[in-house]
């Protein structure tokens, strides 16, 4: 892709300060960048090279700025690592997170993040986990900056029923960053991360 039309893409998705920095470092390099819809398993992802198709990098479109900058960086890592790696090492190992921790350091600053989330991104990249969604205080902080209204598990009461996807719960007692929660047609309890993203069923 021309790098007037990168930047003309990706400018819609990033924070105003990150965008120079975003084309010079996929300025060089052979990547196909997707937006992609809405997936509620993942944020984005990075496909190696497989047939006709080259490096890959897909992004879901409805992240806030801040998400989307990290998430793009995570899966450049990743892009780095096959360089160097190929398959041979782990997907979110010691040199996922080098890569990532390098790649990161120039965007961490007040210009392109705001305080709270640089506060909680800095923390996170000292050893940065496979996703912000596993670091509870960077997601929920970056949570703030969504646009859509949306109810997270955590937002309800205990005893209250939810949906899950096509499945209905009854919210338990918290176990950390999940909720022990009780599946009503199966009967059996699962446990819930408590940023889940949930539609509250009210009970007559």
């Given amino acids: 892709m021309p790098a007037d039309q990168f930047k003309r893409v990706i400018e819609k998705y990033i924070p105003p300060a990150s965008v120079n920095q975003v084309i010079e470092l996929f300025r060089s390099e052979p990547i196909q960048l997707k937006i992609q819809r809405a997936r509620k398993s993942k944020f984005g992802d990075y496909r190696s090279p497989r047939g006709t198709h080259g490096h890959r990098i897909s992004i879901n479109a409805d992240l806030n700025p801040y998400a989307f900058l990290i998430t793009l960086i995570h899966e450049f890592a990743h892009y780095l690592v096959y360089l160097d790696h ?119």
């Avoid at 209204?149 to 960053?177: S, Y």
């Fill in 86 to 204: 190929k398959h041979k090492v782990k997907p979110h190992g010691v040199q996922w997170k080098l890569a990532f921790m390098n790649v990161m350091n120039p965007f961490l600053n007040e210009k392109v993040f705001p305080q709270d989330v640089l506060k909680e991104l800095t923390k996170h990249m000292k050893n940065p986990k496979a996703s912000s969604c596993s670091d509870p205080r960077l997601f929920a902080v970056l949570k703030k900056y969504d646009n859509k209204d949306v109810l997270h598990l955590r937002d309800i009461n205990t005893g209250e029923v939810f949906k899950l996807g096509k499945r209905v719960f009854q919210k338990g007692e918290k176990l950390r960053t999940r909720y022990k929660c009780l599946d009503l047609q199966k009967e059996k309890y699962y446990l819930v991360n408590e940023f889940a993203e949930i539609n509250r069923i009210k009970v007559s």
